[in-house]
């Protein structure tokens, strides 16, 4: 079944994929669709997996793609969690990847390629999809035998780098020594529970990864910031043209924090350790406007009006906790804060706020 319909497609592909090429050089429309690649890869696969290897279709969406206006260099078949993502561009998931050559292929834990180009750009991409896959894999406890090792795609395109880059695990076969449909099928359902497992630890967004390690080193900078006046009223926004993100101000978010005295403004009797850079109770900032829709507002946000001085138990909640508990910690600050908001220009509503934080 699954053996026999892989090593059909190895022996097809590269046929269907040269008379694709010259049809698109003759300028008539590529086709895919009815070819034999098409049916053993597109059609045939998906309906093994569910049928022989027990694949939950109502959880998981398997989906074949031989290339979209070209034909691929790196064939796939991906299997997604439906909460997590339902296209190889973004999120994590299982994919299948073929050899540029089709000398193998790949069973693999990856992550979308196409979510980190948008938010970085090509160049800086590289630097991040790879920086996620190096913490993804630190943090999984059992990977059921498939390497952490790189992949070996043998095409120079930036998708297929950008495919080995960003690969959390993996397990190589050769096309000339594919093994039983009993091993694969174990293989497929081993790599689930290793994806199920990186579910559990990180949630369905594996961007955030990179941004709970950036939130990090910038609550670290603060303790070492120092008080600064701001003008009254609007301030004009500011970003970091090298990046996507926008600055968040060390001096602004400790001037925040030192208003309180350094207390925890959900639970002033909340205590924590004394920082070692300030020698103050530590205590971290929080954007009640979250920094990441400064987009949405023609005025800086990043102004201590919008900062809460919160103890790390409490900065958690308003991120993670339960939605009932969550909605009382958003209401609670917006009323609070709605005057000293509108005072630097920044309107919003309570009902906006709270779709930011996924609250509604």
């Not at 089709?102 to 196409?114: A, D, E, R």
């Not at 009223?233 to 208003?259: E, L």
Request: net charge neutral.
């Amino acid at each position: 079944m699954l053996a026999e319909t892989i090593r059909g497609f190895i022996r097809v592909w590269p046929a269907d994929k040269a008379g694709i090429k010259q049809k698109i050089k003759e300028r008539k429309l590529a086709r895919y669709i009815g070819t034999e690649s098409y049916s053993l890869f597109v059609e045939k696969i998906p309906q093994i997996l569910y049928k022989s290897a027990g694949i939950d279709e109502s959880q998981y969406l398997i989906k074949g793609s031989l290339g979209n206006t070209q034909p691929a260099d790196i064939p796939w078949f991906a299997i997604y969690d439906q909460e997590i993502t339902k296209s190889a561009q973004n999120g994590y998931f299982i994919v299948v990847l073929f050899r540029g050559d089709m000398s193998g292929f790949y069973l693999t834990l990856i992550q979308g390629w196409t979510q980190y180009e948008n938010r970085y750009g090509t160049k800086q991409a590289k630097i991040e999809i790879a920086k996620q896959a190096a913490i993804a894999k630190k943090l999984l406890r059992s990977t059921q035998g498939f390497s952490l090792g790189p992949i070996k795609l043998n095409s120079k395109s930036n998708l297929s780098i950008g495919y080995e880059l960003g690969t959390i695990c993996s397990k190589y076969y050769s096309s000339d020594s594919i093994p039983s449909d009993q091993e694969l099928f174990d293989d497929i359902r081993n790599l689930l529970g290793v994806y199920r497992e990186l579910k559990g630890l990180i949630g369905v967004d594996i961007l955030k990864l990179g941004d709970d390690l950036d939130d990090e080193s910038y609550q670290s900078s603060v303790q070492e910031g120092k008080e600064v006046v701001l003008p009254i009223g609007k301030i004009p926004v500011k970003k970091d043209n090298n990046t996507t993100t926008w600055v968040r101000d060390k001096d602004v978010a400790y001037t925040a924090i030192a208003r309180t005295n350094f207390r925890c403004e959900n639970n002033p009797s909340h205590e924590t350790f004394v920082s070692a850079a300030s020698g103050n109770p530590y205590m971290e900032s929080h954007h009640l406007v979250p920094i990441a829709k400064q987009e949405e507002f023609d005025v800086n946000i990043d102004v201590p009006e919008n900062i809460i001085c919160l103890c790390p138990n409490c900065h958690r909640a308003f991120h993670s906790s339960e939605l009932e508990y969550r909605n009382r910690l958003i209401e609670k600050f917006y009323l609070k804060r709605k005057e000293k908001l509108k005072s630097r220009g920044i309107s919003v509503d309570i009902d906006t706020l709270k779709e930011y934080y996924n609250a509604i």
